[in-house]
């Protein structure tokens, strides 16, 4: 079992920068790929950055080139740098973990399957 714990969230203004955390508890040495997805109000959750064991890196093309996701395997924590934060950034953002590969997950709208989620952590402008 694997639990998955976010932090980082806030308010900021436009052109601000966040870090978010994921902190990850349980047994993990089967997972492959770890994420970030959002959602924002009466919007579908889309999947937003991506990092596989190998440490390859994919993203939303929304979010290229000013989010970095990042991992630190001996603090077992994700992180989500959000750099140049724009008001569509606000949502609610989530990590989650699963067993299999990250094909297509930072591009994802809507659902995709993932085998642990967080509870969530929030952003605002």
């Known amino acids: 079992q694997v639990q998955l714990v976010e932090s980082g969230g806030g308010s900021v203004q436009s052109g601000g920068s966040l870090r978010l955390s994921c902190a990850v508890f349980?047994?993990?040495?089967?997972?492959?790929?770890m994420g970030w997805f959002r959602q924002a109000q009466g919007k579908e959750r889309e999947g937003v950055a991506a990092i596989d064991s190998d440490g390859s890196t994919s993203y939303a093309d929304s979010v290229q080139g000013r989010f970095t996701i990042s991992q630190d395997n001996a603090k077992n924590t994700l992180y989500l740098q959000m750099n140049s934060l724009k008001p569509e950034d606000t949502a609610m953002y989530y990590c989650a973990a699963t067993y299999d590969y990250c094909s297509g997950l930072a591009n994802s709208f809507g659902y995709y399957p993932v085998d642990y989620w967080g509870k969530g952590t929030l952003v605002t402008e």
């Open positions: 349980g047994v993990t040495y089967s997972i492959y790929c």
